[in-house]
């Protein structure tokens, strides 16, 4: 079993920058593949970043060149770096971690999910 606990969300200004990180307990994380995914109210959750275990990244295309996502296993933290935050970035954050190295952008590859950081964005 995989928990995993994001942080780091919070309100900031359109145009600013925050950094989620994301955490797992117990295992070894860089055996995992981790996803970033987020949920606006009353929107379909979509994806936002993923990164595998030998540190290849993808984005879905509103986030590219605004948003990085990078890991640190020695600290067993994966993090998302948002900069250039628009109001429609608002939404609930999620990690995800998967065993599998391949369709990192769809969320039906993940096994483990975090309960979430809040992003607002005001305008």
């Known amino acids: 079993q995989v928990h995993l606990v994001e942080s780091g969300g919070g309100l900031v200004q359109a145009g600013g920058s925050l950094r989620l990180s994301c955490t797992a307990s117990?295992?070894?994380?860089?055996?995992?593949?981790v996803g970033w995914f987020r949920r606006a109210p009353e929107k379909e959750r979509e994806s936002v970043a993923g990164?595998?275990?030998?540190?290849?990244?993808y984005y879905t295309d509103s986030v590219k060149g605004r948003f990085t996502i990078s890991r640190d296993n020695s600290k067993n933290t994966v993090y998302l770096e948002m900069i250039s935050l628009k109001p429609g970035d608002t939404a609930v954050y999620y990690c995800?971690?998967?065993?599998?190295?391949?369709?990192?952008?769809?969320?039906?590859?993940?096994?483990?999910w975090g309960q979430g950081t809040q992003v607002t964005v005001s305008s």
């Open positions: 990164i595998t275990r030998r540190g290849a990244t």
């Open positions: 117990e295992v070894t994380f860089s055996r995992y593949s």
């Open positions: 995800a971690a998967s065993d599998w190295s391949s369709d990192l952008l769809l969320s039906d590859t993940y096994h483990y």
